[in-house]
């Protein structure tokens, strides 16, 4: 493995992630820390990876590395060592398997000694060969082979289904799983996402700002009658804001990326040994009457699952401006932004579209008074505060065909199933209702992080049922007066009417009614860290009623798995992506739906890419148990 020092490479991670997503390396930029292996894996190229391209930023740079580990102790080198020893499972099983055989063996000995006592005339040889008969009757040798045979069976009819196991131990465990915990998206949900709409601001100065009618197509965005510097710069920050690259005349990047930009039907041209440092050019497809548009990139913060976004400093090279676009989550860019650039019915908007199932991205601009080499050294944290807000990108993704009727099978056989995602809580409430995790009558109350004056408090929000599409304004997505106005629409007043329920104090529901408990990431690492082992009454209620946890990271995805078996439970994980990986390995039960080479951190691989692979699995396991 290497530190990239200088230039720009593109890798292909897929044998060592699982993603299928060429990606971008930066040179390591001046951290003002410690470099942390965890933490900058963007700076990094991993042994065992492909390296597609590489390119020099400036004139005569050359592309260079420092190698940090090698062998075992690089990234891939921890896989195979994860193969060649293993994590033994703690399974209750085998271990009452070996104390019913002592138990057996000490009554053999009983056995023996009144054997001995009874002795009269018989010789020696008849004397030991009867003792030695009754150890055997009564200790079943047979017992390991019966066991092994099981086991095996049950590999030989997985390996029929496409699954494929490195860990045989683990399959007598997934006779006993209680809890199975999936991925959303990948997993639950088809890969590919489409746009389904757009939603521009009025302006991005000034007070009392709110959203222009539903978009379906950019090209609206830019008809000459809509045309706002408001709908200029959401276009403009569409064609920016992204990892884009282009290897081999291939468009290569993040899908979400890739559907964005295509969709403005600009061109994108990769330049090198720029003065100016420019690395990546966007261009209007069309000349207009005007001087047709050109922007420059020179730099981009990448980004991160922690940060939840991404920006790019950008140049518009027909007026000589410097502008950062940012994109991200709605809630992060709601606290980066100015508070006069938000529509008042900023939350409202979230709500509504989330509940549709809808995965909403919002996007925001600053623009910058100083020259392209002072922006370059300008610290991420400084750029991307007071940020003008431009609206919303909703995009959809479909569930999988083997989704409802795999998670209605698991219900039925009193499996949990848990979504645990990256995506926004309201949008996974939504598509775990739609795939069956939680059922139509439940009650939903999602618990969210909120921090005032430095003290902390767990808020609990009763979400309630999307609108349909009549119920909205014609050719509009704001919500209509009446919409806002009706008391069955909770979420929406969510943030006047929310009442903050502290951790161990009275809970907004009663345990007499169908309730279901979701909860963020911020929330999940608020309760684990305040109690870690959870003992409390409280903190078991809270996972044993929890079916969504939404906006969580990979470390986030891990604890939450051990919290589960901190109860006793034993806890299955599906997923398909690196973030899952883990969660996977600390998982009693991982099944990995990628048939890369990062596959090995889960004891099971399938290479159907759908849950279908959880019910074959629990069968083999129960079967293997009965046998």
């Known amino acids: 493995d290497c530190i990239l020092m200088g230039g720009m490479a593109v890798v292909n991670e897929a044998s060592l992630t699982g993603e299928s997503i060429p990606v971008v390396k930066t ?60 994590k033994i499972p703690k399974f209750s099983f085998s271990a009452d398997s070996y104390k019913y055989l002592a138990v057996m063996f000490v009554i053999s ?38 066991l092994s045979i099981g086991v095996n069976f049950a590999v030989m009819r997985l390996r029929r289904d496409q699954i494929f196991c490195i860990s045989p131990q683990r399959i007598n465990l997934a006779g006993k799983v209680t809890v199975f915990c999936f991925d959303k998206t990948g997993t639950l949900t ?16 000034g007070k009392g700002n709110s959203f222009q009618p539903f978009y379906d197509s950019v090209k609206y965005l830019t008809f000459e009658r809509e045309k706002t510097s408001a709908n200029e710069l959401f276009v403009e920050c569409m064609t920016t804001c992204h990892a884009l690259v282009i290897v081999k005349d291939r468009l290569i990047g993040d899908p979400l990326d890739k559907e964005m930009f295509c969709a403005t039907g600009w061109r994108l041209q990769e330049v090198e040994g720029r003065s100016d440092k420019i690395t990546t050019l966007v261009t209007t497809a069309e000349k207009t009457k005007e001087k047709q548009k050109q922007l420059g990139i020179f730099k981009r913060f990448d980004f991160s699952s922690k940060l939840q976004r991404m920006s790019a400093l950008t140049k518009n090279m027909n007026t000589e401006k410097i502008r950062l676009y940012v994109k ?98 309201f949008t996974a409430i939504t598509v775990a209702k739609e795939c069956g995790i939680i059922s139509p009558e439940s009650k939903v109350y999602l618990g969210e992080l909120q921090e005032s004056r ?60 169908d309730y ?43 604890s939450l798995v051990e919290a589960l078996q901190s109860t006793g439970l034993s806890v299955g994980m599906c997923g398909d992506g690196a973030n899952d990986c883990v969660a996977l390995k600390t998982a009693d039960v991982g099944i990995s739906l990628s048939d890369t080479e990062a596959s090995v951190a889960a004891p099971f691989t399938s290479r159907v890419p759908d849950i279908s692979c959880v019910v074959k699995l629990l069968r083999e396991g129960r079967a293997a148990l009965t046998t």
């Open 27 to 86: 040179p390591l930029p001046d951290l003002q820390r410690t470099y942390d292996q965890d933490e900058d894996k963007k700076y990094t190229i991993y042994s065992g990876t492909e390296i597609l391209q590489t390119k020099s930023l400036v004139d005569d740079e050359r592309v260079v590395g420092v190698v940090t580990r090698t062998g075992f102790t690089t990234l891939k080198g921890a896989l195979v060592r994860y193969i060649i020893y293993p």
């Open 109 to 146: 000995l009983i056995g023996v000694v009144i054997q001995l006592l009874s002795v009269s005339n018989s010789s020696t040889f008849d004397v030991v060969l009867k003792c030695l008969d009754l150890i055997t009757i009564t200790v079943p040798p047979a017992l390991p082979a019966c």
């Open 190 to 205: 088809e890969d590919s996402l489409s746009i389904d709409g757009y939603l521009p601001v009025d302006t991005i100065t």
């Open 328 to 425: 991200g989550s709605p809630e992060k860019i709601q606290e980066l932004s100015r508070p006069e650039t938000l529509p008042n019915n900023f939350a409202d908007v979230l709500s509504l579209y989330t509940q549709k199932g809808c995965r909403v991205i919002a996007l925001a601009t600053k623009a910058f008074n100083m020259d392209m080499k002072k922006c370059q050294e300008f610290p991420r944290e400084e750029a991307e505060k007071d940020l003008e807000f431009l609206g919303f990108m909703m995009m959809k993704n479909s569930i999988k065909k083997a989704t409802e009727p795999v998670i209605a099978t698991l219900t039925n056989a009193n499996i949990r199933s848990v979504m645990v995602t990256g995506d926004n809580g």
């Open 454 to 513: 430095g003290a902390k408090a767990l808020t609990w929000t009763l979400t309630s049922e999307p609108k349909k599409d009549e119920e909205l304004q014609p050719a509009e997505a704001t919500p209509t007066k009446t919409d806002l106005d009706s008391p069955t629409r909770a979420a929406c007043q969510r943030r006047h009417e929310t009442t903050l329920f502290r951790l161990c104090e009275d809970d907004p529901w009663t345990d007499s009614e």
């Open 516 to 558: 279901t408990l979701a909860f963020t990431g911020s929330a999940w690492d608020y309760l684990i860290q305040e109690d870690p082992k959870c003992f409390s009454e409280q903190m078991k209620k809270y996972l044993s009623k929890a079916a969504v946890f939404a906006r969580m990271s990979p470390e986030s995805k891990a």
